[in-house]
C-alpha cells in the first residue's frame, strides 16, 4: 500500500500533471468569459436581426398535453436548436481563441529558440595547455 501512494505522490506531483491541472482551471473560467461574449454580447444583436432570442428558438415536436383542471399531463417535447446554435457559436470561438493563443506562444518560443547560445565556456586544463602551447612557440 506504501508503495501505492509513493507511486501516485510521485505521479500528481510531475511537472506535467500540474500544468494540466492549471490548464483546465483557467480554461474553464475561459469558457465562461466565451460564454457570456456569445450570450451577452454577440446573440443579442443577432437576436434583434431574427427577431427572437436564439435560446428561445425550438420546434414542438408535441404540445403540452393539460387535464381539466390545467395540470400538465404529458410535458411537451421540444427541439432546441436554438441552445444549439449558441452552443455551436461558443465552440467555434473558444476554438479560434485557443488557436490564437497557441499561434503566439509558437511564435514566442520560436523568437527564443533563434536567439544564438553563448558558445560554451573552455574548460580550464583546455586553457591552461592553449597557454603552454603560446608560451612554447614564443620561445620557440
Do not use: H, Y
Not at 428561445?56 to 381539466?68: M, S
Not at 467555434?92 to 503566439?104: E, P, V
Not at 533563434?114 to 602551447?133: G, V
Amino acid at each position: 500500500m506504501g508503495k501505492f501512494i509513493q507511486e501516485f505522490k510521485e505521479f500528481a506531483l510531475k511537472g506535467n500533471v500540474m500544468d494540466m491541472a492549471v490548464g483546465i482551471i483557467i480554461g474553464g473560467a475561459f469558457g465562461k468569459i466565451i460564454t457570456s461574449l456569445v450570450n451577452d454580447i454577440i446573440m443579442p444583436p443577432i437576436g434583434l436581426i431574427t427577431g427572437s432570442s436564439f435560446s428561445d428558438a425550438k420546434v414542438v415536436l408535441r404540445p403540452a398535453e393539460l387535464d381539466a383542471a390545467g395540470e400538465t399531463v404529458k410535458e411537451a417535447i421540444e427541439l432546441n436548436w436554438g441552445n444549439f446554435v449558441q452552443t455551436t457559436v461558443d465552440f467555434f470561438i473558444i476554438a479560434f481563441c485557443i488557436f490564437l493563443m497557441i499561434k503566439a506562444m509558437n511564435a514566442f518560443r520560436k523568437k527564443e529558440e533563434e536567439q544564438p547560445e553563448a558558445p560554451a565556456a573552455t574548460p580550464e586544463d583546455i586553457e591552461l595547455l592553449r597557454e603552454i602551447r603560446d608560451e612554447l612557440k614564443r620561445r620557440g
